[in-house]
């Protein structure tokens, strides 16, 4: 049974930076997967924030492409996100979750219970 | 465009039929992804592929497209699929993916 563990902080200083880990069991980082974060501001819906593959290779979302950074550590068999120069905006619940890859379509078949992330002073 | 569009509310009497759609250029090329998620929990897969379920979900859900429009359907609606569904797909450069802004259903 996969599972995908977040850990972090809760609560970010506006200008600083977010910093979230997903601890993958079950499985190996190294398979051939994207694994995904994906936030949801309280009371909306959700937005994908960027992927990487077991690789390296990263796609971000461009509305948030200059400030985010997604690494994996193989020997730990995690990946993290990193969004700098935080708002307000930016708080929201994170997920990290894997995508099972199929053609023509990329099903996020495990994700992790979420991790409420509050920017504030 | 690399927008889904969906409708932000929907309703259903229990046991009927219901259908939420999910509208964007890009799924002409790629198939929509669809999502489930109750109050306080993480989103579930649904529905991926043509119509593709995961093991769990019940076969009342069902998915289909037909030129830009993607259609989730649950045939015979229950109480505890009252939820938020969301739909998600590749954008057109295929390297960046999109939720649509998601449909509440209701089940009466």
């Known amino acids: 049974q996969v599972q995908l563990q977040q850990s972090g902080p809760g609560l970010v200083k506006p200008s600083g930076t977010l910093s979230l880990t997903c601890a993958v069991s079950g499985d190996s980082i190294n398979s051939s997967y994207w694994w995904n974060w994906v936030r949801q501001p309280p009371g909306k819906g959700l937005e994908w924030i960027g992927e990487i593959y077991y690789n390296g290779n990263t796609n971000y979302n461009p509305s948030l492409k200059s400030r985010v950074t997604i690494s994996v550590d193989k020997s730990k068999n995690q990946f993290s996100l990193r969004l700098t120069s935080v708002t307000a905006a930016d708080t929201a619940v994170y997920y990290c979750?894997?995508?099972?890859?199929?053609?023509?379509?990329?099903?996020?078949?495990?994700w992790s219970q979420g991790t409420r992330v509050t920017v504030s002073s | 465009s690399s927008e889904l569009t969906q409708d932000p509310a929907v309703s259903v009497a229990l046991g009927q039929t219901v259908t939420i759609t999910c509208q964007g250029d890009s799924l002409r090329d790629y198939h929509a992804t669809w999502y489930q998620q109750r109050p306080g929990q993480a989103p579930a897969l649904v529905i991926y592929?043509?119509?593709n379920r995961p093991s769990g979900i019940p076969d009342r859900f069902s998915g289909a497209t037909s030129g830009n429009t993607a259609s989730l359907t649950i045939t015979g609606a229950q109480a505890e699929d009252e939820a938020d569904y969301y739909c998600?797909?590749?954008?057109?450069?295929?390297?960046?993916?999109?939720f649509g802004g998601g449909t509440k259903l209701t089940v009466l």
């Open positions: 979750a894997r995508d099972l890859v199929v053609p023509s379509t990329d099903p996020f078949d495990y």
């Open positions: 592929g043509k119509s």
């Open positions: 998600k797909s590749r954008d057109f450069s295929g390297s960046h993916l999109v």
